[in-house]
């Protein structure tokens, strides 16, 4: 046995509080992510003469943002240790049922409300599923991605729903002026939802609770935190930021499509796992959804600029999605 | 208790869905014919239309034949060969008299086509065909002369020189890509013509509108475009603000395949020069004849009848237009240019 | 048995379980066992794998619920149906498995389930009073760790149990169960865990520790109770027993 010591932070000084800078970058996710972004711009505003023209940057950002918007979402349900795979088909249906209201004749608001509310109520219903009746997450969103595809696909007939008011077109295809530039407006709410999901993980309590579930459940029951509760919330809160993108995306293009955002849950999964969010649960934020969804459109704006060849996109995407993935698995082994 | 109750409710659920299913048998016998009408999905709206040619026929049949015609309109949600196989199946163990369908896949539909022809079910394919099958005749167009078509018709509003982009849905989609190699080989006789780009959409409509302003950023000097489906189109004004400007402008001149009334509105306020479509209500009216004829009447078809192509431009788009509003697909159209 | 709480007769015990029984389906986990905890005390508690030490302090700790018999705190009747009011009654638990979250920082698994909110909304976390109690409680211990924001993946064995104690610290917990705090640690390393177990003492708690390691036991213990299959085989003060004894009350040779 040693001699009876007490320990102190004098015994070893150089391990209380002391990182060095660059390790600390290093552990810093975002800053990592950033780099790869900037690596992208910089090579693509070389080598095209249309990349870095307003134009081009407001498109991208007007595309990306309901993606991005979804995968905040997304990001708070796979950070509680759960997956959302009805965010596509909850996407094309809160489109729908703002759609078919605009066309009914009912006002801008209650339309709007009335679409995401239904997403909200899908999400909780999620949540209910896998906190009540303990399906795996996995199990329940898929079974619900079917039946909202249905519901979609059932109450349109299959026929895109047109002709909506100007006044609801326009949240998605006004810009804003700011300084010298015109920002899209779901550009903006997408930032601002960003802001607001950053706050919700980052600072409450909840935000806390939600981290916990995700990285230990058991450890998180045990100190008396209700997972049931936060999963809940987590699924409802996907719910209702995806049919917030569902809404822009139909703003945008002025037609509510039954088919829509099919497939998009994988985009949706994507930008989240590319911005650091670990599957296992636990980890990473919604800055790094916000980047990821960017990285995954100026990937394709960039294949579509460069005139590579439409047949290889989806090799091209899905080697850098693996790609990202691995960096960041390497920056986690390496330090 | 709980459990004789529960086996109650359950033996009287399957009780009566025995018999609702038996019933269903009763009913479809005598001086009825049952024709099974699969559409390669049912998540696109074009198949509704021939869906509704499909009724109208039935209707008429029944009102001027012995026969009373019925029509089941079954399919899969999304286009899946697979899953259309597993309809196909299904509809054989139901036992119809007759199967129209278009296929998912010119191979993968062989065998089931081929067990209900064994099965005594007379087999025709529409739209999509496949030709190795047992199946007494194809109704459709060709998919490469479709394309053929577009090539002329730009080539007529353009000019004989210009770059070209290409917007497609699903790289590798059969009918899609005959329709590329028609439109290429259409352009081929004039070196002028250069087709600088090809961008696909994978069938939506988001990805369409973000490509095709993407297309019109990076070549922003485009002369023509040929979109082999009408994806983008569905969205609404101001989504594509580049290419509306461009196109409106008559500097660039857009040909389009189908006829779908979102584009003979497009057509109207001259964003679109020409269209290529196919006779989608044909698709279910003369199916349904011509399925009716060779069971009741004998009669012989072709290995490949041709359902005929409609063009349209902006000389012929009213009469189009009238179509639709009617829903009478019967009147031939007006010539798509009437100095010929 | 004649041999129960041999000394502590004038003491009140500060928790005590009284013919508790617990069932998992048809396996008795627990039979008919009494338990006390006497204020300022260390109790050891040993057995077998499968014996019920976990049953039982996870009843104490308010996992479990007893099929039978009664929980006293302070010598009233309770009934501690979750971890929450475990917490409230003033019983603290670090847990074997340690139920720390290896994805976030120290401060995080340091408040884990009670982060103290600013103002009044009980909404937003107040952080900065999050790293300052922590920064206090872990001088005050002694415990050193490296930066705070480290998350505890990064963290050793010896430096994630020095935090699972040391969580338990700030919340005025009169009773400290702990469940083989010192397994799968080095040996430098469980003697730092031992030292603290030692600080508790000091600082006016009650602990209830299970180990497997007799000389632990040895070194840190007022008392000693044995299960075994589920009864209690024995309650020894240290300064009466000696390691053999114990020994054989855990595998049930020779009951003296």
């Known amino acids: 046995m040693e001699p009876d010591k007490p320990f102190s932070p004098e015994e070893d000084p150089a ?24 690596a992208m711009v910089v090579v693509l505003s070389l080598s095209t003469r249309t990349f870095l023209t307003a134009t081009n940057i407001f498109n991208v950002l007007r595309a990306f943002s309901w993606i991005a918007i979804a995968s905040f979402g997304q990001s708070i349900v796979i950070i509680s240790g759960g997956i959302d795979l009805s965010a596509g088909s909850n996407m094309a249906f809160s489109g729908i049922i703002t759609a078919m209201l605009l066309v009914e004749g009912v006002n801008v608001p209650l339309s709007i409300g009335a679409g995401l509310g239904i997403t909200l109520l899908i999400g909780f219903a999620n949540g209910l599923m896998i906190s009540k009746t303990k399906l795996p997450p996995f199990i329940a969103t898929l079974g ?62 909840l935000g806390y609770h939600t981290y916990a579930v995700g990285g230990n459940e058991y450890a998180a029951s045990l100190a008396g935190i209700f997972t049931g509760k936060v ?58 959804a916000l980047i990821g969804a960017a990285i995954m459109q100026i990937l394709r704006n960039a294949l579509v600029l460069l005139g590579f060849p439409a047949y290889w996109q989806p090799a091209a995407i899905g080697a850098v999605i693996i790609g990202a993935v691995m960096i960041d698995m390497y920056r986690k082994k390496s330090i | 208790m709980h459990k004789t109750l529960r086996i109650t409710v359950f ?122 099958s047992e199946r007494f005749t194809y109704l459709g167009v060709s998919n490469y002369d479709g394309g053929v078509a577009a090539a002329e018709l730009l080539v007529r509003f353009m000019g004989e020189e210009g770059d070209v982009a290409l917007l497609t849905g699903v790289p590798g989609a059969f009918n899609l890509e005959e329709r590329i190699r028609g439109f290429r ?56 603000p580049l290419w509306e400007e461009a196109a409106a402008s008559g500097d660039m001149k857009v040909v389009a395949f189908d006829t779908l009334p979102v584009q003979l509105e497009y057509m109207k306020d001259g964003l679109l020069v020409g269209l290529v479509g196919q006779k989608y209500w044909g698709w279910g009216y003369d199916t349904i004849q011509m399925l009716f004829d060779y069971i009741v009447h004998d009669a012989a078809f072709p290995d490949w009848t041709d359902s005929g192509m409609d063009i349209v431009t902006m000389y012929n788009v009213d009469a189009m237009i009238e179509a639709w509003e009617t829903s009478d697909f019967t009147k031939p159209l007006p010539p798509p240019f009437p100095e010929d | 048995m004649s041999d129960t709480t041999v000394t502590n007769e004038k003491k009140e015990p500060i928790m005590a379980l009284q013919g508790v029984s617990k069932y998992f389906g048809g396996v008795h986990a627990l039979e008919e066992v009494d338990f006390e905890v006497y204020p300022n005390e260390i109790v050891a508690l040993v057995g077998d794998n499968g014996a019920g030490k976990s049953t039982l302090i996870k009843i104490l700790a308010g996992v479990h619920q007893p099929n039978r018999g009664k929980i006293l705190f302070r010598g009233e009747p309770v009934e501690i149906p979750s971890p929450r009011a475990a917490q409230a009654l003033g019983i603290e638990t670090v847990y074997q498995e340690l139920a720390l979250i290896e994805t976030r920082d120290v401060p995080a698994n340091f408040f884990l389930g009670r982060e103290p909110t600013r103002g009044t909304s009980g909404i937003f976390v107040d952080r900065k009073k999050m790293v300052e109690d922590t920064v206090r409680t872990l001088k005050d211990l002694g415990i050193v760790l490296p930066s705070l924001r480290t998350l505890v993946r990064y963290l050793s064995g010896g430096q994630r149990q020095a935090l699972a104690i040391g969580r338990v610290m700030p919340w005025g917990g009169k009773v400290i169960i702990m469940d ?77």
Not at chain 1, 16 to 33: D, I
Not at chain 3, 188 to 201: I, S
Request: aromatic share 8%.
């Open chain 1, 231 to 288: 999963k809940n919330i987590a699924f409802t809160l996907s719910g209702f930021l995806a049919g917030v993108g569902g809404i822009l995306m139909t703003a945008r293009l002025g037609v509510a499509a039954p088919t829509a955002a099919s497939g998009y849950e994988l985009d949706i999964i994507a930008a989240a796992v590319i911005g650091g969010i670990s599957l296992t649960g636990g980890e990473g934020n919604v800055w790094g």
């Open chain 2, 185 to 240: 080989d259409g352009v081929a006789d004039y070196p002028g013509i250069e087709i600088v780009t090809t961008v696909a959409c994978y069938d939506d409509i988001a990805t369409g509108v973000q490509v095709v302003e993407e297309t019109m950023l990076a070549y922003p000097d485009l002369d023509g475009w040929f979109f082999v489906g009408l994806w983008p189109l569905f969205a609404d004004r101001g989504s594509m």
């Open chain 3, 180 to 256: 083989e705090p010192t397994a799968a640690l080095g040996v430098r390393e469980a003697r730092k865990v031992l030292d603290l177990v030692l600080q508790l003492k000091e600082k006016g708690c009650s602990v209830v520790v299970i180990s497997h390691n007799m000389r632990h036991v040895f070194n840190i213990a007022d008392r000693i109770v044995v299960l075994r299959g589920g009864k209690k085989a024995g309650d020894r003060m240290k300064s009466e027993t000696t390691p053999d004894e114990i020994v054989k009350l855990i595998v049930g040779a020779e009951m003296l």
């Open chain 1, 144 to 205: 619900m991605m079917s039946i909202v595809r249905g519901f979609c696909y059932g109450m349109t007939q299959g026929w895109p729903v047109r002709g909506l008011p100007r006044s609801f077109i326009a949240l998605g295809q006004t810009d804003l002026s700011f300084f010298i530039w015109r920002v899209p407006v779901p550009a903006i709410i997408m930032v601002c939802f960003a802001v607001l999901v950053y706050i919700l993980l980052d600072k409450t309590k």
């Open chain 1, 15 to 38: 391990r209380f509080q002391k990182e060095g800078a660059l390790t600390r970058f290093a552990r810093n996710q975002l800053a990592t992510l950033a780099l790869i972004l900037l």
């Open chain 2, 11 to 132: 033996l009287t659920a399957v009780v009566f869905l025995l018999g609702v299913l038996l019933a269903g048998g009763v009913f479809a016998q005598e001086q009825t014919l049952t024709f099974a009408w699969i559409p390669k999905a049912l998540d696109n709206p074009v198949f509704e239309l021939g869906r509704d040619g499909a009724f109208v026929k039935a209707q008429e049949l029944t009102e001027t034949t012995d026969y009373t015609v019925e029509i089941i309109y079954i399919g899969s949600v999304a286009s899946d060969a697979a899953e259309q196989s597993r309809v196909v199946e299904d509809v054989i163990a139901r036992g119809v008299d007759g199967i129209g369908i278009s296929c998912n896949d010119p191979d993968a539909l062989i065998d089931v086509i081929n067990k209900a022809v064994e099965a005594g079910i007379p087999v025709m394919t529409w739209d999509s065909d496949a030709p190795d």
